[in-house]
């Protein structure tokens, strides 16, 4: 099959370009697995810190209410209330961040605000007792338990959370640094493999360039000098071996006639020597 020079430039090219898309694609899926693992790092951290700023409004509301049914203060009482506040903000802040950014997490975490309500229900109910009709009630029904069994529901279901947050951020961390790792071998062997790579075929095509021209330019030089024995190589397909048959034909051509010239300098008048086109004032010469 015939390979032109045009072809042989343009598919050392194609393959470079094919190489260097080879890598980049390679490079990209890795950097891309790093920042996927970067990113759910970073929102298992975010998950586990709302979770437990909601876990510690709770207990702050909690603290607050006892602090109150035991001793009275409204001091207490106001900071219950302004802790039930903060448990209703940290608690959408919370089912927010996971309704954009972790819907499975959300659905493990469905039945939390219920029980979040049923608690602090439960705390306003025992406070609104120690104002009604003292210490002695409050402290009655807080007595119950039930104010602890849902907490301790809600801190079980909390925390379990949290575990699990914090587990899949060690993981996604370890998943990150792989995808690192992988990432930076990636770049650094591809871009050595692409440097070697285009180095051997420019080195490549740049040889046969050169030693095809150095070998047209000698033959030149010898029969400028009248050595018409010059040999002349063809070792490809292009437009260079088209170039080296044309010097091939040139000096065949010049060898014929020069044999004519001998044998007309011997006197040998009949030699005839052909024309080779309208434009060759060489072979019309002799025919002349």
């Known amino acids: ?21 080879t890598i980049g694609a390679a490079s990209y899926h890795s950097t891309t697995q ?18 437990d700023a ?48 972790d819907p ?4 493990q975490l469905e ?15 025992e406070v609104a007792l120690r104002e009604s009709r003292g210490p002695d009630a409050a402290i009655q029904a807080f007595k119950t338990g039930r104010g602890r069994e849902v907490a301790a529901q809600i801190r079980h279901r909390i925390q379990a959370g949290e575990k699990e947050e914090v587990e899949g951020m060690f993981r996604e961390a370890a998943d990150g640094q792989i995808a690192g790792r992988a990432a930076h071998m990636v770049i650094g062997l591809g871009t050595f493999l692409a ?3 285009v180095s051997v075929l420019s080195f490549q ?19 400028e000098r009248g050595n018409l024995q010059v040999a002349i190589p063809i070792s490809t397909d292009d437009e ?15 060898k014929e006639r020069a044999q004519a010239a001998r044998q007309i300098s011997r006197g040998e008048l009949d030699v005839r020597v052909g024309a080779r086109g309208p434009d060759d004032e060489f072979g019309a010469a002799f025919e002349s």
């Open 111 to 125: 039945p939390l605000p219920a029980l979040i309500a049923q608690k602090v229900a439960i705390d306003r109910e």
């Open 205 to 223: 095509l740049t040889r046969h360039f050169t030693d095809t021209l150095a070998a047209l330019q000698h033959a030149t030089l010898e029969i």
């Open 195 to 197: 440097i070697f790579f």
């Open 240 to 254: 260079f071996a088209d170039l080296s048959r044309s010097f091939r034909s040139m000096v065949s051509d010049l």
């Open 104 to 107: 499975e997490r959300l659905r």
């Open 34 to 51: 790093l920042i996927e693992a970067t990113d759910q790092a970073t929102h298992s951290q975010q998950s586990a810190a709302k979770m």
């Open 1 to 21: 099959m015939r390979y032109t020079v045009g072809a042989k430039l343009g598919g050392a090219f194609g393959l470079s370009l094919l190489f260097l898309g």
């Open 54 to 101: 909601l876990l510690q409004a709770l207990m702050q509301a909690e603290s607050n209410s006892r602090a109150f049914i035991v001793g009275g203060d409204r001091t207490y009482q106001d900071a219950f209330e302004a802790a039930a506040k903060r448990v209703s903000t940290t608690q959408d802040d919370l089912f927010g961040y996971l309704r954009s950014h």
